[in-house]
């Protein structure tokens, strides 16, 4: 099958590799027991500041803002044509499908497509799988 892609396929495989680094960072942290920790900072509730004491866990890693940038940067055929392929990946669509998948997600996008695409568990799966399918 024969693709004309606004975004490269290089392109999504990073992405997918992004994704997939943000996948094990989270659930490595999730298996430590660190599900965004919220820590009581005991100085300043002793201080009387007027913030309630909490002093949330700074996260060293950025990747999924990376990552979440990366997507939001996309134009708007190629953010169609990520969703189209993720859709694809999952079987929501065939590969001979693929105009159509991504004039779906031209008419069914709605705010964010980055917290979309974040929001699905195995995205770099799907991605592989949709470039799979579409021989890309």
Not at 96 to 105: I, N, P, S, W
Request: glycine share 6%.
């Amino acid at each position: 099958m024969d693709v004309d892609l606004s975004i490269s396929a290089d392109t999504i495989r990073v992405l997918a590799q992004k994704a997939r680094s943000v996948a094990s960072t989270l659930q490595d942290a999730f298996e430590d027991g660190h599900e965004g920790d919220v820590e009581f900072d005991a100085d300043t509730l002793e201080e009387g500041h007027n913030h309630d004491g909490l002093a949330e866990e700074a996260h060293d890693d950025l990747s999924d803002e990376e990552l979440r940038e990366l997507i939001e940067d996309l134009n708007v055929d190629e953010a169609a044509e990520l969703v189209a392929i993720t859709w694809i990946g999952r079987g929501d669509f065939d590969a001979d499908d693929f105009e159509t998948a991504v004039q779906e997600a031209r008419e069914r996008a709605v705010g964010s497509t980055a917290t979309y695409l974040l929001g699905m568990p195995m995205l770099a799966d799907l991605l592989e799988a949709g470039l799979d399918a579409l021989d890309l």
